[in-house]
């Protein structure tokens, strides 16, 4: 009887030493990723990819603006892109309490500004006291703040750029802010398959995966979704029943993964730092 009590103790003990362990290893992390300044990337033309033949077919999108060059989901970085010649922007969308949508990539304000807190934890208003802190040349900028998301649409449309909008919740948006920014889009991406089934029917929707399955390709075919993958983690085996979809290739930030995926037939890819063919 003692030593089944004390085989149960030293398993508590065990489990408790692994939960804290573990408890520690995510605090850590998490500290060290809202911590870490972004830098500057360097950039490349697409018209010096000579080794890619059907470089003027391919459609680039920027990712958080031109966040190789301006904080990222700032109209810094929107305008960025714009005078770059991106036809497609990719924004991340995120909702305060008062239910305004902001860019921002994050749930919380930690990363991107000295302020700490959910996102959904503050008005948009109150969101205007934390002026960012972290992105690409953040010191060649004035006051940068996180923008709401009709702003830039604004200069998306001063650009003739199609914003790509990413979304991790509906729910807390303001319906005619949400309906008033689906008409704009050109397309809505999601990693939630419940976000996307909240949308159908009202925009051209994308889901968006690491390494596709089968069953995820299945799931956007039957739907009519298009599909996001990782380049560099997807094998062309498991493309080869995806034809017949809309891919896009995502990320696409060096002149190898460009390449690789423009051979698998891929036009569409999402880059930091690769600009278009003007």
Request: glycine content about 6%.
């Amino acid at each position: 009887m003692k030593l089944k009590r004390a085989a149960v103790v030293a398993l508590c003990a065990a489990l408790t030493a692994v939960i804290a362990g573990g408890g520690v290893f995510y605090a850590r992390r998490e500290t060290a990723y809202r911590q870490k300044k972004i830098e500057p990337m360097a950039m490349y033309r697409l018209s010096a990819f000579t080794e890619v033949r059907q470089r003027r077919e391919l459609r680039l999108c920027a990712d958080r603006g031109l966040s190789a060059a301006a904080p990222e989901n700032t109209l810094e970085a929107v305008r960025a892109a714009g005078e770059a010649g991106y036809p497609y922007v990719l924004l991340d969308v995120a909702c305060t309490k008062d239910g305004t949508a902001v860019l921002l990539h994050d749930e919380t304000i930690d990363r991107m500004t000295a302020g700490r807190g959910r996102v959904r934890a503050f008005t948009w208003a109150e969101l205007a006291r934390f002026p960012l802190d972290n992105g690409a040349n953040i010191g060649d900028y004035d006051r940068v703040t996180i923008p709401s998301l009709e702003d830039a649409l604004r200069v998306c449309a001063q650009y003739g750029m199609q914003p790509i909008l990413s979304l991790r919740t509906v729910r807390t948006a303001q319906p005619e802010v949400l309906r008033k920014a689906l008409r704009s889009a050109y397309m809505v991406v999601s990693t939630q398959k419940d976000v996307l089934g909240l949308l159908e029917g009202a925009a051209r929707l994308c889901y968006r995966t690491q390494v596709p399955s089968q069953r995820d390709l299945r799931y956007c075919a039957q739907h009519g979704f298009a599909l996001a993958f990782d380049p560099v983690r997807t094998a062309e085996t498991d493309l080869r029943s995806a034809w017949d979809l809309e891919l896009w290739a995502w990320p696409v930030n060096t002149r190898e993964t460009l390449a690789r995926t423009a051979d698998l037939g891929v036009i569409h890819m999402v880059t930091d730092c690769i600009l278009p063919v003007r």
